[in-house]
């Protein structure tokens, strides 16, 4: 297992690098009119560092190029995401030209995917941190 220190170096790294579409679907999280819906970006769990994780409802967004089409890639990608699921996390993936040809249609299916249907009131969240 990758220590603790250099995951958190590699979110750092990341977050100080992060790719055009991972900036806007940020900027839209962080409107989202919904109080006490809070998302990191580039946070360590486990093993890896995610995209984008909501702690209050274990969720996880990842966004995904081109490149996740590759079959090494993507391969890793559905360890990865089974690792995080046996874990006791969501996991939703989108990918980049979702991000730029429809984002309110991702912003959609996130409100969905944390209050159950997109006429659920918004409830402010409120997650517990590990002692």
Known sequence: MV????RRATAR??????????????????ELPVDGTHFRRQAPIGPYVVDFFCPAKRLIIELDGGHHNEDETAHR??????????EGYRVIRFWNSEITADLNAVLERI?????????????P??????R
């Not at 220590?3 to 250099?6: A, K, M």
């Not at 990608?77 to 046996?86: G, I, N, S, V, Y």
């Not at 409100?111 to 409830?123: F, K, N, Q, T």
């Open 125 to 130: 969240l409120k997650h517990l941190r590990r």
């Open 111 to 123: 409100y969905v995917e944390l209050y159950g249907s997109r006429d659920a009131e918004a409830v």
């Open 77 to 86: 990608d559905r360890e990865r995401q089974a690792w995080l699921e046996r």
């Open 3 to 6: 220590s603790t220190s250099i």
């Open 13 to 30: 790294k990341l977050r100080a690098n992060t790719t055009p579409h991972e900036r806007i679907l940020w900027r839209a999280l962080r």
